[in-house]
């Protein structure tokens, strides 16, 4: 498992070839790439995104959801790459890859690590538009979205 | 005791700022006096969506202050 916090923009495709490159025979990789957006959610023009992050903790959160990937999911290499800083719209804010034997896994593992990376990794996203600053905060389909891989308990 | 403030509450009030924690404080009684002394930031500091943190751990509402030296405030998270 590789996972990365960078303050820099980094090029996708490039970190897509380097995990491909490192496979060892599996035949199935997924991945997914999210890009800071031009509009906000209520359609003014951004100018910039700033991602805050914690010194410690939030790499931390990103291994420890790297690692519950693993765990969860019969993925045999997975690499997490999660920008802080600012970012200008159009650059891109996070890489997951995951690779697995069959696709079935590495499509869940690459899901499953958005979805806890949006409401469990340790950022503060704000976006900065034409008609101020505004902290985005996790919606309820964000929670939704998460709450899909809890546990049920014995009934 | 330093108290640390991360996204819209670090907007509001700055870094982070030094109070005196009397021993036995609880995270609860200190999220009301911070929302005292700073009305601006009041509704963020009692919402219960930001959540403190002590030693790099996540603590409840009910935490007591020791001879501990700084407090984390985290509002709600939103990466990806």
């Given at each position: 498992m590789e996972v990365r916090l960078v303050g820099q923009p980094f090029v996708a495709d490039r970190e897509l070839a380097e995990f491909t490159s490192g496979l060892?025979?599996?035949?199935a990789v997924v991945s997914f790439v999210g890009i800071a957006r031009?509009?906000?959610?209520?359609?003014e023009t951004v100018e910039r995104m700033v991602l805050e992050s914690h010194p410690r903790l939030t790499l931390r959160s990103m291994e420890q959801i790297g690692q519950a990937a693993i765990d969860r999911f019969a993925v045999s290499a997975l690499r997490i790459v999660h920008r802080f800083g600012t970012l200008l719209p159009g650059e891109p804010i996070v890489f997951v890859a995951a690779a697995s034997d069959h696709r079935r896994a590495a499509f869940e593992a690459a899901d499953y690590v958005m979805d806890r990376l949006k409401t469990d990794a340790l950022f503060w996203k704000r976006e900065d538009t034409d008609s101020g600053r505004r902290w985005i905060e996790p919606r309820d389909d964000d929670h939704v979205a998460r709450d899909r891989w809890s546990e049920k308990c014995p009934e | 005791m330093k108290i640390i403030f991360f996204g819209k509450l670090r907007d509001a009030l700055g870094d982070q700022s030094d109070l005196a924690v009397a021993e036995g404080e609880t995270v609860a009684q200190l999220r009301r006096r911070l929302a005292e002394l700073h009305p601006v930031a009041s509704r963020d500091l009692l919402n219960p969506g930001v959540r403190a943190c002590v030693d790099d751990m996540i603590v409840g509402e009910d935490f007591i202050f020791g001879d501990h030296d700084r407090v984390e405030f985290f509002p709600p998270l939103s990466g990806g």
């Amino acid at each position: 498992m590789e996972v990365r916090l960078v303050g820099q923009p980094f090029v996708a495709d490039r970190e897509l070839a380097e995990f491909t490159s490192g496979l060892d025979g599996e035949g199935a990789v997924v991945s997914f790439v999210g890009i800071a957006r031009s509009l906000s959610a209520t359609g003014e023009t951004v100018e910039r995104m700033v991602l805050e992050s914690h010194p410690r903790l939030t790499l931390r959160s990103m291994e420890q959801i790297g690692q519950a990937a693993i765990d969860r999911f019969a993925v045999s290499a997975l690499r997490i790459v999660h920008r802080f800083g600012t970012l200008l719209p159009g650059e891109p804010i996070v890489f997951v890859a995951a690779a697995s034997d069959h696709r079935r896994a590495a499509f869940e593992a690459a899901d499953y690590v958005m979805d806890r990376l949006k409401t469990d990794a340790l950022f503060w996203k704000r976006e900065d538009t034409d008609s101020g600053r505004r902290w985005i905060e996790p919606r309820d389909d964000d929670h939704v979205a998460r709450d899909r891989w809890s546990e049920k308990c014995p009934e | 005791m330093k108290i640390i403030f991360f996204g819209k509450l670090r907007d509001a009030l700055g870094d982070q700022s030094d109070l005196a924690v009397a021993e036995g404080e609880t995270v609860a009684q200190l999220r009301r006096r911070l929302a005292e002394l700073h009305p601006v930031a009041s509704r963020d500091l009692l919402n219960p969506g930001v959540r403190a943190c002590v030693d790099d751990m996540i603590v409840g509402e009910d935490f007591i202050f020791g001879d501990h030296d700084r407090v984390e405030f985290f509002p709600p998270l939103s990466g990806g």
